[in-house]
C-alpha cells in the first residue's frame, strides 16, 4: 500500500465523514502560505483529537506544541464557554500565525498561548496552580517528549487523558541503533510508559495523508508518585 492511496482514502472520508469546518481549511492555508512545516495533524486525526475532547467532557486543555494552531482550534472546539485551552509553543512566528488562525476560528477567547521553552513553562504552569487539565496533547519536539509527559502528570488528575503524536517514525521506533534523536526520544518515551504504574496506555499505528506514523494514549490512573524501584 502506497501514500497515495492512504491520502487518497484521507481525502474520501474527510469529504464525507470528518468535513472540517472552513476556518480549518483557512488555518491549513495560512500556515502554509507562512511557510510553516506541514507537520500538523490531520483532518482526521483532528477530529479524533475533538471527540476525545468531548468525550472527557474536557474544561482545562493542555497542548504542547502550538505551530499554526491547526490542533489547538480543533481542540479549543470541543470547549463549552467556561473552558480553557493553555498551548505552549517556542517559535515566535508559529505563535503569530496561530493567534491569527485561532481568532479567525472565533476562539480566542477560549485560548491562551503562552511563548517559550514547554520546559521552562510546564514548572511556571506548575506553581501557578493552572491544572489539573483534562486532557493534555503532546505534540512538539520528541527528543524531550518523556520530560514532557512526567510534566504533563504533575499537571494531570486521575481521568486525565495524555496523549503524544508522531511516536511510530515510520517505524523507526524498532530501531535500537537508530541515530535519529526524535527516535531516541521516543524510545525513552515508551521506556517509561512500560514502568509508569500511574498510567495504562496504548499506543495506534496510524497511515494516512502523513504517512506512516502512530499515537500514544495514556489514561492517567494515579497522580500519586509511585514506587518504580
Known amino acids: 500500500m502506497s501514500e497515495q492511496i492512504w491520502s487518497a482514502v484521507d ?3 474527510n469529504e464525507l465523514v470528518v468535513r472540517p469546518h472552513k476556518t480549518l481549511e483557512a488555518a491549513t492555508r495560512a500556515s502554509t502560505d507562512a511557510g510553516l512545516p506541514a507537520i500538523a ?3 482526521s486525526q483532528g477530529k479524533l483529537l475533538h471527540i476525545l475532547a468531548r468525550l472527557q467532557n474536557a474544561r482545562k486543555i493542555l ?8 490542533s489547538t482550534i480543533w481542540l479549543a472546539s470541543a470547549l463549552k464557554e467556561d473552558g480553557k485551552l493553555v498551548s505552549l509553543d517556542i517559535d515566535e512566528r508559529h505563535q503569530k500565525v496561530a493567534a491569527t488562525n485561532i481568532a479567525h476560528a472565533g476562539l480566542s477567547a477560549l485560548v491562551e498561548l503562552r511563548l517559550g521553552s514547554a520546559l521552562d513553562l510546564l514548572p511556571h504552569l506548575h ?6 487539565f483534562d486532557l493534555i496533547f503532546i505534540d512538539a519536539d520528541k527528543e524531550r517528549i518523556p520530560e514532557y509527559f512526567l510534566w504533563s502528570l504533575k499537571l494531570a488528575r486521575t481521568g486525565t487523558l495524555i496523549i503524544v503524536d508522531n511516536v511510530v517514525r515510520k517505524g523507526e521506533v524498532i530501531d535500537a541503533t537508530s541515530e535519529n534523536t526524535s527516535v531516541h526520544g521516543v524510545r525513552r518515551f515508551n521506556e517509561l510508559l512500560a514502568t509508569e504504574k500511574r498510567v ?3 499506543t495506534i499505528q496510524t497511515v494516512g495523508s502523513k504517512g506512516y506514523d502512530g ?4 489514561y492517567v490512573l494515579s497522580v500519586e508518585a509511585s514506587d518504580q524501584a
Request: glycine share 18%.
Open 41 to 43: 495533524v490531520s483532518a
Open 63 to 70: 497542548e504542547i506544541g502550538t505551530l499554526g494552531g491547526y
Open 215 to 218: 499515537m500514544t494514549l495514556a
Open 11 to 13: 481525502n474520501y472520508l
Open 200 to 202: 495504562t496506555a496504548t
Open 127 to 132: 506553581e501557578e496552580g493552572a491544572g489539573p
